[in-house]
């Protein structure tokens, strides 16, 4: 099995939005691990929610929502959850301009929110999950 090659980090990418998602959940990387094809313009960097660097730098960030919903902190400093991260990438990343409608439809996100809750509750779950290094597997189940 090829390896995947490691997502770039803030420091590579300065000047980037930071997309903050749960490394331990086999779901949650499988998707992350897709962006960088959707961004071709190298618009986006990463970060695990269990890496030191996400307290170190936003100290004020709630531990137990990024459990619960990925974060994306843009370049202006501002934070986009869950699905409105979603959103805000498929305004951002030009290879989703397709999904933007359904994503910006008026009132659309009375679907999204709901399902987002539900894929995250579920995640360790849905991806099968046994066993993992940390106990955020227990968290979930």
Not at 45 to 65: G, N
Request: net charge neutral; proline share 9%; aromatic share 10%.
């Amino acid at each position: 099995m090829p390896e995947t090659p490691a997502l770039p980090c803030p420091a590579d990418r300065p000047d980037a939005d930071v997309v903050i998602y749960d490394g331990d959940c086999r779901i949650c990387t499988a998707q992350v691990s897709k962006l960088p094809w959707w961004d071709c313009q190298k618009k986006l960097s990463y970060l695990s929610l269990h890496d030191a660097e996400v307290a170190e730098r936003w100290p004020e960030m709630s531990p137990d929502r990024l459990m619960q919903e990925m974060c994306l902190v843009d370049s202006k400093g501002h934070w986009h959850w869950g699905p409105e991260a979603i959103r805000h990438l498929t305004r951002r990343l030009r290879r989703l301009w397709w999904a933007a409608p359904a994503m910006h439809f008026p009132g659309s996100m009375f679907l999204w929110r709901p399902l987002y809750r539900w894929i995250a509750r579920n995640r360790y779950r849905l991806s099968g999950t046994e066993t993992c290094e940390s106990d955020a597997c227990e968290l979930h189940r």
